[in-house]
């Protein structure tokens, strides 16, 4: 399809006349005609408008041979236009673009197995990258000043830095703007790609970084502290004071932009992000997940901090809830605000999890008191076997897509709290079996 841009049209400037003073006074100032007679007294003098200049037409954006992906190209200029791309930047940056296979395979994958939370959090608490966290910290003078200025501790920074790039290490080498066109052409989150390939054209339009810079991972995003395109825009912080915000190769704009990022979430200064707890026999696990209370609250409920040590007066008023990510039998922790800030940079209770603790550990925390279950991985299939089973007995999940979230916990504690089961909402193997066991003893088909 081609677009055609039109020129504006300028209305001729007006020019005021202004008399001259005569030495005999004022000349008599003559009453109009009316128009009608102008018109036919003098039609030579009429102000005829000039016409409109010709359109300028924009060739396709892409011609990749790929139907889908041109077609898409095609209707997206109109949108690009419209939030203020330039025709010269949008036909330069989208010229000679094709899909990436690699990106296009890797948005439809669906793990086999699911990584249980306990192997994801040795994972990330490593002897080597809390060694290397503390050779980083060292190594980074700036750290004191960001978290003087955002309120934000150091080690919390050092935990985003270390997941989210291996301190910069590990960084993606993908083309945003074509990861961020492949995944609008396929139009699974085709809203969210284009507002990202818009605020990536924006940047480069900016001048403030050259396409050539804009490299992250599949899923678009950049740099040390993998911020997508408009986070960037909207967060980014020039730290090291060049007069750019640089998160590929300054460490104090990278970890900056997360500590700005963090404090735009709701991080609360001086308040913890979590704690680890205990909780008395026969307590009420369908309580997880679920209400936020202060730690008072808790403890009325006999939920008491695992260490035995009190309350600071910031946690103490604070609003935290209960979770228990490996079911009854691992790790009980309260979640304080600040938890949830993380989870807006990575909505991922086990990706919060991993921040917090190995920021503890890199502050010399001794670990945690109860250890990790021994857990297994579960298959895609039982996965989407216990949800459908759970539907199939009255208890809603949203879907059987093999994705445990926090809907399928919740049916799951329900179902469990009516079973007489501890209702943790852990989906274990032997949650599974008995889930398919009972939705196949109640079909209709037995």
């Known amino acids: 399809m081609r677009l055609r841009v039109l020129l504006p049209v300028f209305a001729p400037p007006i020019l005021a006349l202004a008399g001259c003073a005569s030495p005999q006074g004022p000349a008599p100032v003559a009453e109009a005609p009316p128009p009608a007679a102008m018109a ?13 200049p010709p359109p300028v037409s924009i060739a396709p954006l892409t011609a990749s041979g790929d139907m889908v992906f041109d077609a898409w190209a095609a209707d997206f200029q109109t949108r690009a236009l419209a939030a203020g791309i330039a025709p010269n930047v949008l036909a330069r940056e989208m010229a000679g673009l094709s899909p990436n296979p690699r990106v ?3 948005d439809t994958q669906q793990p086999e197995f699911s990584k249980p939370v306990s192997e994801y959090i040795k994972g990330v608490i490593s002897p080597q990258r809390i060694a290397t966290g503390q050779r980083k910290r060292a190594a980074t003078p700036a750290l004191g000043a ?15 830095w270390a997941m ?41 339009q900016s001048g403030e970084q050259p396409r050539s810079r804009l490299k992250g991972s599949w899923a678009g995003a950049m740099g ?17 004071g060049d007069g750019r915000r640089d998160i590929w190769n300054s460490s104090a704009d990278s970890l900056a932009s997360a500590a700005n990022l963090l404090m735009r979430a709701g ?15 026969g307590f009420d696990f369908s309580l997880t997940e679920g209400p936020r209370e202060t730690p008072r609250w808790w403890a009325e409920r006999g939920v008491a901090r695992a260490d035995g040590r009190g309350w600071s007066a910031a946690d103490s008023t604070a609003q935290a809830q209960l979770i228990a990510p490996a079911g009854a039998g691992g790790p009980v922790f309260l979640l304080f605000p600040n938890h949830f800030a993380l989870r807006q940079y990575n909505n991922s209770l086990a990706y919060a999890l991993g921040v917090g603790l190995l920021a503890d550990r890199l502050a010399g925390g001794p670990g945690l008191m109860r250890p990790w279950p021994q857990e297994i991985p579960l298959p895609l299939v039982d996965r989407m076997t216990a949800q459908r089973a759970l539907m199939a007995l009255g208890f809603d999940t949203g879907g059987a897509d093999g994705v445990v979230g926090l809907k399928t916990r919740a049916a799951l504690r329900t ?7 501890t209702a943790d909402g852990y989906l274990s193997t032997d949650m599974v079996r008995r889930l398919k066991a009972e939705a196949e003893r109640l079909s209709p088909t037995n």
Not at 40 to 52: E, G, H, Y
Not at 173 to 202: M, N, P, S, Y
Not at 415 to 421: F, L, P, S
């Open 146 to 160: 960001i978290e003087s200025r955002f309120g934000v501790p150091s080690d919390i920074l050092l935990g985003v």
């Open 224 to 240: 040390q502290t993998q911020f997508i395109p408009s986070m960037y825009l909207s967060t980014a912080v020039d730290m090291d």
């Open 267 to 281: 991080w609360v200064r001086g308040q913890s992000w979590a704690r680890e707890v205990t909780a008395p026999p």
């Open 104 to 106: 296009a395979s890797l």
């Open 40 to 52: 036919a007294a003098s039609p030579a003098r009429a102000v005829v408008p000039p016409p409109p």
């Open 164 to 204: 989210e790039s291996a301190y910069g290490e590990l960084q993606g080498d993908f083309d945003i703007v074509r990861a961020f066109a492949t995944l609008a052409a396929q139009g699974r989150r085709r809203g969210f790609a284009e507002t990202e390939l818009i605020a990536a054209l924006k940047i480069i």
């Open 415 to 421: 179902w469990q709290k009516a079973r007489g089961v």
